[in-house]
């Protein structure tokens, strides 16, 4: 079972919201920082959000309608990325990132990227 699975990717409305998960195996420690990021066609992969040390940070693109959180069933959890009033901008492979300790920057775990496409 790979240890990252992403799901909840696709065509989104513009305007309308959107959430991505990101399914774990027990591999993955659960009090690690963790993260996603986004890369849209032809330009360098960008944070977007972050479970850390305190509260969630998030860029300055998404602010005020993104929510980054996490589930914990039994030894494994699922990380979300909650995103609305989508505007085509978001547009883009959606990727979530987990570290193995809350201060670490360095995420060794990644998803296998997952497309959004946003229609106007």
């Known amino acids: 079972q790979a240890p990252v699975v992403e799901s909840g990717g696709g065509l989104v409305q513009e305007g309308e919201s959107l959430r991505l998960s990101c399914a774990t195996s027990g591999d993955i420690p659960s009090n690690g920082a963790m993260a996603w990021y986004r890369q849209a066609p032809g330009k360098q992969r960008e944070f977007v959000a972050r479970?850390?040390?305190?509260?969630?940070?998030?860029a300055p693109s998404v602010r005020g309608r993104v929510a980054i959180y996490k589930e914990t069933l039994k030894n494994t959890f699922t990380l979300f990325l909650q995103l609305d009033s989508v505007k085509p901008e978001d547009a883009g492979v959606y990727y979530c990132a987990f570290a193995t300790s809350l201060n670490s920057y360095e995420y060794r775990y990644w998803g296998q990227g997952i497309q959004v496409s946003v229609s106007s």
């Open positions: 479970l850390g040390v305190g509260d969630s940070v998030h």
